[in-house]
C-alpha cells in the first residue's frame, strides 16, 4: 500500500466485500425465504448445513437459514431474543467460512499434491 494505485486497489476491492456483506444482511432481512443458491455455492451450504447444531437445524432450509448460520460462525448467538445478525458478524461469519472453504478443498487434494 506503498504507491496511490495500489492503495486504490485495496478500496475498490474493500468496497466490493463491504457491498456483498451489506447486502446480503439486507437481503436476509427483507426476503428471508429467497433462494439460497442466489447467494450461496453449493459447498458452501453443505459447510453451512454441517456447521449448524442439531438443536437449530430447519426442515427447510431458506435464505435465512444460511445468513443465520453465517452470522454463528462469526459470533451471533442466535438466541430468540436476539436481533437479527448485523454486518460485523456476517463480515466475520464469511471470512471464517472461506477458511473453511479452504480446509475442505484442501481435505480433497490428494496427499502427493500437498506439501
Given at each position: ?14 468496497c466490493?466485500v463491504?457491498?456483498r456483506v ?7 432481512r ?10 450461496f ?5 453443505h459447510l ?15 435464505l ?7 452470522a454463528r460462525?462469526g459470533?451471533?448467538l442466535?438466541?430468540t ?9 456476517i463480515?466475520?461469519?464469511l471470512?471464517?467460512l472461506?477458511?473453511?472453504?479452504e ?6 487434494l490428494?496427499?502427493e499434491?500437498?506439501?
Amino acid at each position: 500500500l506503498a504507491t496511490a494505485d495500489r492503495l486504490a486497489n485495496c478500496i475498490a476491492l474493500c468496497c466490493v466485500v463491504a457491498w456483498r456483506v451489506t447486502w446480503l444482511t439486507m437481503l436476509s432481512r427483507e426476503t428471508p425465504a429467497s433462494d439460497p443458491a442466489a447467494v450461496f455455492t453449493d459447498e458452501e451450504r453443505h459447510l453451512l448445513e454441517c456447521a449448524t447444531p442439531d438443536r437449530k437445524r430447519q426442515a427447510s432450509y431458506d435464505l435465512a437459514f444460511y445468513v443465520r448460520a453465517v452470522a454463528r460462525l462469526g459470533g451471533y448467538l442466535d438466541r430468540t431474543s436476539d436481533p437479527p445478525p448485523g454486518t460485523t458478524v456476517i463480515w466475520r461469519g464469511l471470512s471464517r467460512l472461506a477458511n473453511l472453504l479452504e480446509g475442505a478443498r484442501m481435505a480433497k487434494l490428494q496427499p502427493e499434491t500437498c506439501g
